[in-house]
């Protein structure tokens, strides 16, 4: 009986939670651009926390991002260096994305990290990508479910909220503030 109001509730959760979802559409008319080819080139630094689901700041870090637009091919290439801050015990981490455009306002993204290719979908200022990736926890991996979000809000700053999840649980969400160099 506990078993099935566990699974109940929890098949309730996930159903209500998927009604509170952002649309990418609510921005079409948002400036400037969080297109990748307008935002992700050149030097961006991040400033992020991790949080779990509890509400408890897990770690605190630094991301420093270059990335490159190649015009003649419609790709970005962005390379990623994390460095965890505040006593966290996680080690820092090196990524490479690559993002194909695949029509107008919709791209898709490969790391290594990354299962399969990243869904991505930009309009006006947000950039929403839906991606499975393997998360070192322990000396294992892990896969989970990661729907990123990220808001240009000036020509030099854009804001991120990331939700990691297994089996439609929230495990932790991830808040960043991005600082674009020019």
């Known amino acids: 009986m506990r078993l099935r109001f566990l699974i109940s509730a929890l098949s309730t959760a996930v159903a209500l939670s998927g009604c509170a979802s952002t649309n990418i559409n609510q921005f079409s008319g948002g400036a400037p651009s969080m297109a990748p080819d307008a935002w992700m080139f050149g030097t961006v630094d991040g400033y992020g926390l991790i949080i779990d689901r509890f509400g408890s700041v897990k770690s605190q870090f630094h991301a420093h991002e270059v990335g490159n637009w190649d015009p003649a091919s419609q790709t970005v290439t962005v390379n990623e260096h994390i460095v965890y801050l505040q006593g966290s015990t996680d080690d820092a981490s090196d990524r490479t994305w690559r993002f194909v455009q695949t029509s107008p306002g919709h791209w898709s993204g490969t790391a290594a990290d990354v299962i399969g290719t990243a869904v991505g979908e930009q309009k006006g200022n947000a950039w929403h990508l839906i991606f499975?990736?393997?998360?070192?926890?322990?000396?294992?991996?892990?896969?989970?479910d990661v729907d990123d979000w990220r808001w240009r809000e000036a020509d030099t700053v854009a804001i991120d909220h990331s939700t990691v999840s297994k089996f439609g649980v929230t495990l932790a969400t991830g808040e960043i503030a991005f600082v674009k160099s020019n």
């Open 132 to 144: 499975r990736q393997k998360l070192p926890v322990g000396g294992s991996q892990v896969e989970v």
